[in-house]
């Protein structure tokens, strides 16, 4: 079976990609900060008979990342690592000449200082796999200027162009940057409280990850409604 290492896979996101890779037999290695409620999530992803390895802690912690990669050794191989463990910055989200410079701080070693220490620790077995890849979950606030959004859209920003480098460098993977939209997650809640607008499901844009794994294109980035385009 193949192996994943999702970040941020307790809640939202993280959680129904490990969930539908379950269901497709993937063994996992599943981080959150939360030891509960990561446990709820591995034990729905165990119900589909993978192997589901749960291991709480922070990804800005390079014990922790150690820890991820380790496990999935542990399993066999690693073909898949999923960068999805975000931080705002500032909850809910402000303008710029109010955010506070430790939550960029913050929001920059988590969605980009960590992500690329968990490449660069588990880069050895992707080489190793025969189909090795790498997800990072991007914002169209990488790509977009919405007001309040500047600290978070910076941070994925900078995920995008570290991906981007990333694939021209390490050629034989594949290096996918996807932006799911919006979603109604607790990120999302916590970003905007106040929003009445409903967001859809994050399982309601997972078959578009699957695609990615499935079809294999070229290294890039994606949106999630041209994967879930059926052409």
């Known amino acids: 079976m193949p192996t994943a290492i999702i970040t941020g896979a307790s809640k939202g ?37 993978t192997r589901v390895v ?16 380790a496990a999935a050794a542990e399993l066999g191989a690693l073909e898949l690592l999923v960068s999805n463990a975000s931080a705002l910055g500032a909850e809910p989200l402000v303008r710029l000449d109010a955010l506070p410079l430790d939550g960029l701080r913050a929001a920059l070693e988590t969605n980009v200082v960590a992500a690329l220490g968990l490449v660069q620790e588990a880069l050895p077995l992707l080489r190793a796999a025969a189909a090795g890849a790498v ?7 990488a790509a977009e200027a919405y007001e309040t959004w500047g600290g978070y859209g910076a941070s994925k920003a900078a995920l995008d162009q570290l991906a981007a480098v990333l694939a021209v460098e390490e050629p034989e993977l594949r ?4 932006d799911p939209g919006d979603m109604a997650t607790d990120l999302y809640a916590a970003a905007v409280p106040d929003d009445p607008d409903p967001r859809p499901d994050p399982e309601s844009v997972v078959p578009g990850f699957l695609r ?4 294999r294109p070229a ?13």
């Open 212 to 215: 990615l794994l499935e079809r």
């Open 54 to 69: 749960a291991l709480a802690g922070d990804v800005t912690d390079p014990g922790h990342r150690k820890e991820l990669v």
């Open 13 to 49: 996101l993280g959680r129904a990609l490990a969930v539908a890779l379950a269901r497709s037999g993937w063994d996992l290695v599943l981080d959150a900060r939360s030891v509960r409620v990561l446990e709820g999530a591995a034990g729905e992803a165990r119900a589909y008979g």
């Open 135 to 141: 997800i990072a979950v991007s914002s169209d606030a």
């Open 175 to 178: 290096v996918w940057t996807v």
């Open 219 to 231: 290294s890039g980035r994606y949106a999630a409604p041209g994967l879930l385009d059926p052409k």
